[in-house]
């Protein structure tokens, strides 16, 4: 129903900064919640922040409250994630998902998907 397409990982030394970049297509109109995810290898898909349609609503995996900073631009279909002192443990590969269903912002049961993009961070 909605197209996801991620950019802007990269590798970075700890400390630095990335922005991750999502753009949605199809049927977008009534996606009440875009949200990030991250995969480390043989590990958990983990949350990392989500976000309601106007931004009024905005969620924080503790792990990355204070340096992480999610937006969107619904004028360009696009979701941003702002990676501020990044560290060693935030190397993962990055997905952007778009949901229907408000009440399963912080779980991985979102209805579509973006292919990933990796960030990897150097200590």
């Known amino acids: 129903q909605v197209q996801l397409v991620e950019s802007g990982g990269g590798l970075v030394q700890a400390g630095g900064s990335l922005r991750l970049s999502c753009a949605a297509s199809?049927?977008?109109?009534?996606?009440?919640?875009m949200g990030w995810f991250r995969q480390a290898p043989g590990k958990a898909r983990l949350f990392v922040a989500g976000?309601?349609?106007?931004?009024?609503?905005?969620i924080y995996a503790d792990s990355v409250k204070g340096r992480f900073t999610i937006s969107r631009d619904n004028t360009k279909n696009t979701v941003y994630l702002q990676m501020n002192s990044l560290k060693p443990e935030d190397t993962a590969v990055y997905y952007c998902?778009?949901?229907?269903?408000?009440?399963?912002?912080?779980?991985?049961?979102?209805?579509?998907w973006g292919q990933g993009t990796q960030v990897t961070v150097s200590s």
């Open positions: 998902a778009a949901t229907y269903n408000v009440l399963i912002i912080t779980t991985p049961n979102y209805d579509s």
């Open positions: 199809g049927r977008t109109a009534n996606t009440s919640v």
């Open positions: 976000i309601n349609w106007n931004g009024a609503r905005i």
